[in-house]
């Protein structure tokens, strides 16, 4: 039958006022009796049993209640209740134990570890060392962040034949060790776990993991037995920098690992980076890289750096059928290569320039060779096929540069005989271009001519450009005087007409006299005069004629000296502006090159030089335009677009896609008053283009509103 909770209370509580102290025990036990769950009163009753004299019976109530509130959560009251338990029966083990869970669940670990020590202190008395140890390998393993402890209860788990605990123990303290950036302390535990399982995999596996993260290499290798370990360790080492102990025991796991294509690739490019191509070359097959067009692309790097350069061309013709962009992406492995493999290089882009030639596209052909010669520009075989190429497509341009890049290599080589056939076809077309001159004497030198200079002079005279007169350009700047037509002065035979002279090489000092402050490329009358009275004293001496010197020196020294400097300035005036042209030309077909081979960045230099050129602008100017509008950088793009509308467009259609573009960047930009003006003005042009009249609509309508 149910009671009256609160009037059975207020009756326990008028007993215990009146001092009748059992009376008011048995008043709250008969509440607690029907409502056990009822923990004041439960409270109420055990402080009632102390008063009494009865500690057992309060002791036994306590730990009941505290295990309901266990039971349904409510921990501190719990840990309150032991608290009170503990002063009643200090030495109950069993209270002892609960009270330390529950701390531990609490994260009141110094309290856990006080009752777990308490009960191993109390096992040791009665003799129960095992039961001592168990306490303390218990009171050690509270707080899972305190290793140093957990590592003291892994050791007396071992010594309790708990080898299982122990081993588990040891790998989830270095597995927390590690995740804390503490690989070397958890290699101490590790290793314990080693010894006490010497064969298992996971502890190996984890020692070698842990000896790669602290650096400790040494160990990791003594360790590293299968191939999971291996690779850890490989990477460890590639990680730490250490590439060539890494790529040992890379190509180890391949030995293992026969079979594994993405190892073998890393391999091959690790030793490539190491320049050992003939090591790389042991880990690619040709049948392997046919399966993926990279994958080949590797491999031809490592066969033609290894030699086998016909191996590597069947790849490449294959693959220039295969790829779309398959020219390309040969041309930039090609020039990857040339500065320390030409030949390997060239051996490829042989393949490229071959595909781009059969298909009458000359000019890619010599644009990728003209790049590959840029960065071998000593290796001859390239430049020689870029001048067949020149040649074959009618590139009269692009020829005369390449001959020009010939020459240069055949000089660096100290091919003096080549080198002196390109450089006077060189001079003879140009004689006003001093690096024609300069390349000239330098063949001239490497054939041991002993008077380079007086050899120039005299083809200057057979040459047909000797007595031009050009006039400078009209719009040269008005201080600029013209020079006059230098006169030709017919030498005595067998006396040299005029003398170039080296200062420095035939070792005649400078002069003071400002009059003779020549350049290394002017004549040095004096020098002609000294040249001219040796010859004639000779002539005197041998035909023992007595000749008057004085007249004939005094008639050649004041027309000698302006001659040919004369006409190198006048034929330089002359051909300036179809060089410049030459040159923006070059620089554009560069430019446009680098772009569609996605060096956009390198693109940007010969494409800002080309655009100096009228003739080049437009082209130029309006991809300029179009890469920092992709880039973002609104600014440059419109002031690139503006030089291209203002330049010569190719087509009137060219011509309005570039007003287009320019309006668009322009109201990007925020500058819509400037924007509708263009707009406007390609509307008037091209009529209804594109989108241009609702451009204008909205731009009307926003200007309309203020």
Same mark, same amino acid.
């Given at each position: 039958?149910?009671?009256?909770?609160?009037?059975?209370?207020? /009756?326990?509580?008028?007993?215990?006022?009146?001092?009748?102290?059992?009376?008011?025990?048995?008043?709250?036990?008969? %509440? &607690?009796?029907?409502?056990?769950?009822?923990?004041?009163?439960? /409270?109420?009753?055990?402080?009632?049993?102390?008063?009494?004299? /009865?500690?057992?019976?309060?002791?036994?109530?306590?730990?009941?209640?505290?295990?309901?509130?266990?039971?349904?959560?409510?921990?501190?009251?719990?840990?309150?209740?032991?608290?009170?338990?503990?002063?009643?029966?200090?030495?109950?083990?069993?209270?002892?134990?609960?009270?330390?869970?529950?701390?531990?669940?609490?994260?009141?670990?110094?309290?856990?570890?006080?009752?777990? @020590?308490?009960?191993?202190?109390?096992?040791?008395?009665?003799?129960?060392?095992?039961?001592?140890?168990?306490?303390?390998?218990? $009171?050690?393993?509270?707080?899972?962040?305190?290793?140093?402890?957990?590592?003291? @209860? $892994?050791?007396?788990?071992?010594?309790?034949?708990?080898? @299982?605990?122990?081993?588990?123990?040891?790998?989830?303290?270095?597995?927390?060790?590690?995740? /804390?950036?503490?690989?070397?302390?958890?290699?101490?535990?590790?290793?314990?776990?080693?010894?006490?399982?010497?064969?298992?995999?996971?502890?190996?596996?984890?020692?070698?993991?842990?000896?790669?993260?602290?650096?400790?290499?040494?160990?990791?290798?003594?360790?590293?037995?299968?191939?999971?370990?291996?690779?850890?360790?490989?990477?460890?080492?590639?990680?730490?920098?250490?590439?060539?102990?890494?790529?040992?025991?890379?190509?180890?796991?391949?030995?293992?690992?026969?079979?594994?294509?993405?190892?073998?690739?890393?391999?091959?490019? $690790?030793?490539?980076?190491?320049?050992?191509?003939?090591?790389?070359?042991?880990?690619?097959?040709?049948?392997?890289?046919?399966?993926?067009?990279?994958?080949?692309?590797?491999?031809?790097? %490592?066969?033609?750096?290894?030699?086998?350069?016909?191996?590597?061309?069947?790849?490449?013709?294959?693959?220039?059928?295969?790829?779309?962009?398959?020219?390309?992406?040969?041309?930039?492995?090609?020039?990857?290569?040339?500065?320390?493999?030409?030949?390997?290089?060239?051996?490829?882009?042989?393949? $490229?320039?071959?595909? @781009?030639?059969?298909?009458?596209?000359?000019?890619?052909?010599?644009?990728?060779?003209?790049?590959?010669?840029?960065?071998?520009?000593?290796?001859?075989?390239? &430049?020689?096929?870029?001048?067949?190429?020149?040649?074959?497509?009618?590139?009269?341009?692009?020829?005369?540069?390449?001959?020009?890049?010939?020459?240069?290599?055949?000089?660096?080589?100290?091919?003096?005989?080549?080198?002196?056939?390109?450089?006077?076809?060189?001079?003879?077309?140009?004689?006003?271009?001093?690096?024609?001159?300069?390349?000239?004497?330098?063949?001239?030198?490497?054939?041991?001519?002993?008077?380079?200079?007086?050899?120039?002079?005299?083809?200057?005279?057979?040459?047909?450009?000797?007595?031009?007169?050009?006039?400078?350009?009209?719009?040269?700047?008005?201080?600029?005087?013209? %020079?006059?037509?230098?006169?030709?002065?017919?030498?005595?035979?067998?006396?040299?007409?005029?003398?170039?002279?080296?200062?420095?090489?035939?070792? %005649?000092?400078?002069?003071?006299?400002?009059?003779?402050?020549?350049?290394?490329?002017?004549?040095?009358?004096?020098?002609?005069?000294?040249?001219?009275?040796?010859?004639?004293?000779?002539?005197?001496?041998?035909?023992?004629?007595?000749?008057?010197?004085?007249?004939?020196?005094?008639?050649?020294?004041?027309?000698?000296?302006?001659? &040919?400097?004369?006409?190198?300035?006048?034929?330089?005036?002359?051909?300036?502006?179809?060089?410049?042209?030459?040159?923006?030309?070059?620089?554009?077909?560069?430019?446009?090159?680098?772009?569609?081979?996605?060096?956009?960045?390198?693109?940007?230099?010969?494409?800002?030089?080309?655009?100096?050129?009228?003739?080049?602008?437009?082209?130029?100017?309006?991809?300029?335009?179009?890469?920092?509008?992709?880039?973002?950088?609104?600014?440059?793009?419109?002031?690139?677009?503006?030089?291209?509308?203002?330049?010569?467009?190719?087509?009137?259609?060219?011509?309005?896609?570039?007003?287009?573009?320019?309006?668009?960047?322009?109201?990007?930009?925020?500058?819509?008053?400037?924007?509708?003006?263009?707009?406007?003005?390609?509307?008037?042009?091209?009529?209804?283009?594109?989108?241009?009249?609702?451009?204008?609509?909205?731009?009307?309508?926003?200007?309309?509103?203020?």
């Amino acid at each position: 039958m149910a009671i009256d909770r609160a009037a059975a209370l207020r /009756n326990a509580e008028k007993l215990l006022s009146k001092g009748k102290l059992d009376a008011a025990i048995a008043a709250y036990a008969s %509440v &607690l009796e029907q409502q056990p769950n009822d923990w004041t009163t439960a /409270n109420t009753l055990g402080d009632l049993y102390v008063r009494a004299g /009865n500690p057992d019976r309060a002791a036994e109530l306590f730990t009941r209640s505290a295990a309901r509130l266990v039971a349904d959560g409510f921990a501190a009251k719990a840990a309150a209740l032991y608290k009170k338990i503990l002063k009643l029966r200090p030495d109950d083990e069993r209270v002892l134990l609960q009270a330390g869970e529950l701390a531990v669940s609490q994260g009141l670990y110094v309290d856990a570890r006080t009752h777990f @020590a308490s009960v191993g202190n109390l096992r040791e008395a009665r003799g129960d060392q095992r039961g001592a140890s168990e306490a303390r390998v218990r $009171a050690d393993s509270v707080d899972p962040n305190d290793y140093e402890r957990r590592m003291v @209860a $892994a050791r007396l788990r071992a010594d309790l034949d708990d080898a @299982a605990g122990a081993l588990g123990e040891f790998k989830d303290i270095a597995k927390a060790l590690v995740r /804390n950036n503490r690989a070397a302390d958890a290699l101490g535990a590790l290793r314990e776990a080693a010894r006490l399982a010497p064969d298992d995999a996971d502890v190996r596996t984890q020692l070698v993991t842990a000896a790669v993260a602290a650096g400790d290499f040494a160990h990791a290798r003594q360790t590293a037995t299968t191939v999971d370990e291996l690779r850890v360790l490989a990477e460890g080492l590639d990680a730490h920098g250490e590439h060539t102990d890494a790529v040992e025991i890379w190509r180890l796991v391949a030995r293992l690992t026969p079979g594994d294509r993405d190892l073998a690739l890393r391999l091959a490019r $690790a030793f490539l980076e190491r320049g050992d191509a003939a090591a790389a070359g042991e880990f690619l097959t040709v049948e392997a890289a046919r399966e993926d067009p990279q994958l080949l692309l590797t491999t031809v790097d %490592v066969l033609l750096q290894s030699g086998r350069f016909d191996e590597a061309v069947v790849l490449l013709r294959q693959f220039v059928k295969d790829e779309q962009d398959g020219r390309d992406q040969i041309a930039m492995l090609s020039c990857r290569l040339a500065a320390h493999a030409p030949e390997a290089g060239f051996r490829a882009i042989e393949v $490229a320039v071959d595909d @781009a030639a059969s298909r009458s596209n000359w000019t890619w052909a010599a644009a990728a060779l003209q790049e590959f010669s840029r960065r071998a520009p000593t290796y001859t075989p390239a &430049l020689l096929r870029l001048v067949e190429i020149c040649v074959d497509g009618g590139l009269e341009e692009l020829l005369h540069e390449a001959q020009v890049m010939l020459s240069d290599a055949y000089l660096a080589l100290g091919s003096g005989a080549e080198a002196r056939a390109l450089t006077e076809d060189l001079f003879d077309r140009e004689p006003w271009n001093m690096g024609h001159v300069q390349r000239m004497r330098r063949a001239l030198a490497l054939m041991g001519e002993p008077r380079p200079d007086f050899a120039i002079a005299a083809r200057l005279s057979l040459s047909p450009h000797h007595d031009a007169t050009p006039t400078r350009e009209a719009d040269a700047a008005p201080t600029a005087a013209a %020079v006059p037509a230098a006169p030709v002065v017919e030498p005595r035979s067998p006396q040299p007409m005029l003398v170039v002279v080296d200062d420095e090489a035939e070792g %005649v000092p400078k002069k003071e006299d400002p009059l003779f402050a020549l350049s290394a490329n002017a004549i040095d009358i004096g020098d002609i005069l000294v040249e001219f009275e040796r010859d004639e004293a000779a002539s005197r001496d041998h035909d023992n004629d007595d000749i008057d010197l004085s007249v004939e020196l005094n008639e050649l020294a004041p027309i000698e000296a302006p001659d &040919l400097d004369g006409v190198f300035e006048q034929l330089r005036d002359e051909v300036s502006k179809r060089s410049a042209d030459d040159a923006a030309a070059a620089d554009l077909q560069r430019a446009l090159v680098l772009y569609q081979t996605g060096d956009v960045e390198g693109c940007l230099v010969p494409l800002q030089s080309a655009a100096r050129a009228p003739n080049m602008r437009f082209a130029a100017a309006s991809l300029l335009g179009r890469i920092f509008r992709q880039r973002g950088m609104m600014a440059e793009a419109v002031d690139w677009f503006e030089r291209a509308a203002e330049a010569p467009a190719p087509t009137p259609a060219e011509a309005h896609a570039v007003l287009y573009e320019l309006a668009d960047a322009l109201e990007s930009e925020g500058e819509r008053a400037r924007a509708l003006a263009v707009w406007l003005e390609l509307q008037t042009d091209a009529g209804s283009f594109r989108d241009v009249a609702a451009r204008i609509d909205r731009l009307a309508k926003v200007k309309a509103r203020g």
